[in-house]
C-alpha cells in the first residue's frame, strides 16, 4: 500500500507508517504545487494532510485509487467530507492528541496581547530601551467568556481560573453537569457573554452557525476595551468587524492564530499593532505534533487494513 505525506508531520508518524509496512512517500510541496499533487495521486491508496491541501471534488477525481483520507489534526475543514463518503473513502483525523497544545497556545496569546509582550519585544530587538506604550491589564479578577466549552474550551477555563479570573461559557449544546464540572458559569445567551465578559477566547468548530458569530452586531454589545483571541479557526470572529472594532477602539487586543484565508500574509489584521498573530501555531509543540503523527500513522493503517477506525 503506498501513502503520500503532504505536509509537515512528525517523524515518529513518518516511522510509525513505514514499521507497518507502507511504501511512504513524504513530499510537502504537494500541499501547494496543486497541479503535481492532482497528477500524482492516482498511484496512491492514502493520503496524510494538515490544513493547507484542500482535499475537495476536484482533488477525488484524480484520487482513482485513494481509500484513506488521513487529517493530522483536529477536525476535517479542508476535507469535502461528502465526496469522499460517496466514494467509499475513510476519512480519519487526531481530536485529542493536540488539546493541550491549542489551550496553552490559546492563553499564550491571552498573556500576550494584554500585556504587549510582542510589540515590546520587537521595540527592544530594534535597540529601543522605553517603557512607555506597552502597559496592559492585569487577568486577576476579571471575566474570560469561552465560546465552546468542548476539549480546548474547558482546558483553558480551569487554566484561567488559576489566574484568578472568573470564567462564564456560552455552549448550547452541552450539559449542565458539564458546566458545573468544569466551575463556569453558563450564559444562555452569546450576547450575555459578549456583554459581561473583559476577554472573550473562542473555541467551537467553524460550521454555518459559528462562521462570523463573533461580527459586528456582538462587538457593538461588548464592553469598551474587550480583549478577544480565537486559536479555534478563522472567521469565527468575522475579520472585517474585528477590524473595524479595532479601529474604532471597542477591542483593546486581539490574539490570533488562525485566518479565514490561510496560508495568508496579507490580511488587515497584520497592519494593526495591537492584534498579535501566528500563522496556525496552536498545535506546533513536540509534544503535540508527536502524538498526532503516530495515532494518525496508526488510524491511517489500520483503515488501510479494513479494521475499526473512529471516523471522523
Ligand atoms: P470540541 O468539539 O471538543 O469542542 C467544541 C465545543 O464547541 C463543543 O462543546 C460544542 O458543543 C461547542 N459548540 C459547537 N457549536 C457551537 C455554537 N454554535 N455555539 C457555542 N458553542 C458551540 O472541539 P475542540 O477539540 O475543543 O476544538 C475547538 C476548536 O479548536 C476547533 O475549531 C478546532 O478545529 C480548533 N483547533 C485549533 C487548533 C490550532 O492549531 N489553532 C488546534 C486544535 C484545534
Ligand atoms: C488542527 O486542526 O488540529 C489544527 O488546526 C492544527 C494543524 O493543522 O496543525
Given at each position: 500500500m503506498k501513502v503520500l505525506v503532504t505536509e509537515k508531520i512528525a517523524d515518529k508518524g513518518i516511522e510509525a507508517l513505514k514499521n507497518s509496512g507502507m511504501e511512504v512517500d513524504v513530499d510537502f510541496q504537494l500541499c501547494v504545487e496543486r497541479e503535481r499533487l492532482l497528477d500524482v495521486i492516482k498511484n496512491y491508496d492514502a493520503i496524510v494532510v494538515r490544513s493547507v491541501t484542500k482535499v475537495n471534488e476536484e482533488f477525488y477525481q484524480h484520487a482513482t485509487n485513494l481509500k484513506v483520507v488521513g487529517r493530522a489534526g483536529n477536525g476535517v475543514d479542508n476535507i469535502e467530507m461528502e465526496g469522499a463518503t460517496k466514494r467509499g473513502i475513510i476519512v480519519v483525523n487526531t481530536p485529542e492528541a493536540n488539546t493541550v497544545s491549542a489551550a496553552e497556545h490559546s492563553i499564550g496569546l491571552l498573556i500576550a496581547s494584554c500585556r504587549n509582550i510582542p510589540q515590546a519585544n520587537g521595540f527592544i530587538k530594534n535597540r529601543n530601551w522605553d517603557r512607555s506604550g506597552f502597559k496592559g491589564v492585569e487577568l486577576q479578577g476579571k471575566t474570560l467568556g469561552i465560546v465552546g466549552l468542548g476539549r480546548i474550551g474547558s482546558l483553558v477555563a480551569t487554566r484561567m481560573q488559576s489566574f484568578g479570573m472568573k470564567v462564564v461559557a456560552y455552549d448550547?449544546?452541552?450539559?449542565e453537569e458539564r458546566f458545573k464540572k468544569f466551575g463556569v458559569e453558563k450564559k444562555e445567551k452569546l450576547e450575555d457573554l459578549v456583554k459581561e465578559s473583559d476577554f472573550i477566547s473562542i473555541h467551537t468548530p467553524k460550521t454555518e452557525e459559528t462562521f462570523g458569530m463573533i461580527g459586528e452586531k456582538e462587538f457593538k454589545l461588548a464592553k469598551k476595551g474587550v480583549r478577544v483571541v480565537n486559536?479555534?479557526?478563522?472567521?469565527i470572529i468575522c475579520e472585517d468587524a474585528l477590524v473595524k472594532a479595532m479601529k474604532e477602539g471597542i477591542v483593546a487586543s486581539a490574539g490570533i492564530d488562525v485566518l479565514v484565508d490561510e496560508p495568508n500574509t496579507t490580511s488587515p489584521l497584520l497592519d494593526i499593532d495591537n492584534v498579535i498573530i501566528t500563522p496556525h501555531l496552536g498545535a506546533d509543540t513536540v509534544e503535540a505534533q508527536d502524538n498526532v503523527g503516530v495515532t494518525i500513522a496508526h488510524e491511517v493503517v489500520s483503515a488501510l487494513k479494513g479494521e475499526m477506525v473512529p471516523n471522523a
Open positions: 448550547p449544546y452541552i450539559t486559536c479555534a479557526r478563522g472567521g
